[in-house]
């Protein structure tokens, strides 16, 4: 079964810290894993996109990597700030069927001053 | 380009009634997208079109639910007879194609009393 499963649910930080959100796939075969960000009351809002051949992928202060053998991802944070306080939502492309999409249920980050 | 815009942003409706989410792509744009989010089983893919044929509607929950794209740079919604498990955020989306970076709309929440 295609799943898709983020880590942490949720997450609270001190504006200025680090901080690495977890995203694991169960989809085969694998197409793109996309970051998405979601503000409160907004659509998502797409950070990054990868293939299966590229491991890291920036954008600005959102770092991530894909590691394909373990069918991980995970995105950095650098130097949070407040407006980084957001869902992000992991969305795995592939599966059998086209480019049919998995999307994970989110971590839910909050930074705080 | 305004980017994908979606009406109404808000609909309270009572329950049996008919409802009507509409949408507008991006121009340009061959793949639109519907999805519901909600806080138990985050974004849920409903259906897609491409080239304003329907490619996927396997995430169509029942019956009542029916979308189309009667030309390139319109699709609607509808929900007929509603219930209250269909209060949601309906979100919109279009890219250039069905693997490509999909840009959502504003979504639209509706709320069946």
């Known amino acids: 079964k295609n799943q898709v499963e983020q880590s942490p ?7 200025g810290k680090n901080c690495t959100l977890q995203c694991n796939y169960t989809v085969s075969p694998f197409s793109n894993l996309r970051w998405y ?7 998502p809002v797409s950070l990054t996109i990868m293939t299966f051949s590229e491991n890291t992928k920036s954008n600005g202060r959102y770092t991530a990597t894909l590691d394909a053998d373990t069918k991980q991802s995970s995105l950095h944070i650098t130097a949070s700030q407040l407006s980084d306080s957001a869902s992000y939502i992991c969305v795995v492309s592939g ?4 480019n049919k999409l998995t999307f994970g249920t989110g971590t839910q980050l909050k930074v705080e001053l | 380009d305004a980017g994908v815009i979606q009406s109404p942003r808000h609909e309270v409706t009572e ?29 849920e893919l409903l259906i897609y ?12 929950p029942e019956d009542r ?16 007879p509603s219930e209250p498990r269909d209060s949601a955020v309906y979100f919109c989306a279009s890219s250039h194609s069905s693997g ?12 069946v009393v």
Not at chain 1, 9 to 15: A, G, K, V
Not at chain 2, 49 to 60: E, K
Not at chain 2, 66 to 80: E, H
């Open chain 2, 100 to 111: 490509a970076e999909a840009f959502f709309g504003q979504g639209t929440r509706l709320t």
């Open chain 2, 49 to 60: 079109f491409n080239n304003n044929v329907p490619i996927d509607d396997s995430g169509m």
């Open chain 1, 9 to 15: 649910q949720s997450l609270i930080i001190l504006e």
């Open chain 1, 37 to 43: 960000k979601q503000d409160t009351g907004r659509g």
């Open chain 1, 95 to 98: 599966g059998g069927g086209g």
């Open chain 2, 15 to 43: 329950m049996g009634q008919e409802v009507t989410l509409r949408c507008k792509p991006i121009s340009g744009h061959n793949s639109l997208f519907w999805y519901r989010q909600t806080m138990m089983r985050g974004l």
């Open chain 2, 65 to 80: 639910f029916s979308a189309k794209m009667p030309n390139a740079s319109f699709s609607t919604l509808k929900i007929q």
